[in-house]
């Protein structure tokens, strides 16, 4: 594939992207290449939906085929909250810190047996010609009272990974993305690219 456009403005997760399917696709370009291309309206009920919405719009407007994500966390005990709500829990605009402090304050009286939680990403593919495609991954944890760890973002230091005794926050960066829900969402999507664009030609 020559050229993908990612729907997202942040060219940080641009290059993260060209890193994950370098060899598989030329050039990987985002929103902010694409004059005139405005920002999706996130107003789906699950981060599937809203994927595939800002996948759709991206590949509408620019022709090309598009690949866009949603993801955040979700708690058994709160019901699948923060879910899609996961980067504005405590509010608009909201920051980690407070988003973390929300989590805790709402998990005050649930007991640590009760507090599975998972990162969840779906990965979203479209192409104009309509071809849609989505890779979900997921990795299982607990929350904490307090957080450890100093690396990642979001709700890292919260999030004691299972089967590692450590949070995400806690882990090398290697090891983060080897078993990230973003990680295992993008490989999919990489054997994907593999087997039905490489394969065919």
Known sequence: MKKLVVA????GKIREIQALLDGLI?????SADVDGFSDTVEDGGSFE?????????AALFTGLPALADDS????????????VYSARFAGEGA?????????IEELEKIGPDRRQAAF???????????????????VG???LDLPQGSGGFGYDPLFLVEGFGRTM??????????????GQAFRQFRDYLRVNIFEQT
């Open 120 to 138: 969840v990403c779906v990965l979203a593919f479209v192409t104009p010609d309509g071809v849609e495609r989505t890779f979900t991954g997921r």
């Open 49 to 57: 939906e809203n994927a595939l919405k800002k996948a759709r719009e």
């Open 169 to 182: 926050a806690e882990l090398a960066l290697e090891e983060k993305n080897n078993i990230s829900h973003r």
């Open 26 to 30: 030329e050039e990987v370009i985002c």
């Open 72 to 83: 955040g966390l979700v708690v058994e005990a709160l019901n699948g909250r923060p879910g």
């Open 8 to 11: 997202t403005r942040n060219r």
């Open 141 to 143: 944890g607990r929350i």
């Open 95 to 103: 920051g980690d810190e407070a988003n973390n402090a929300r989590l």
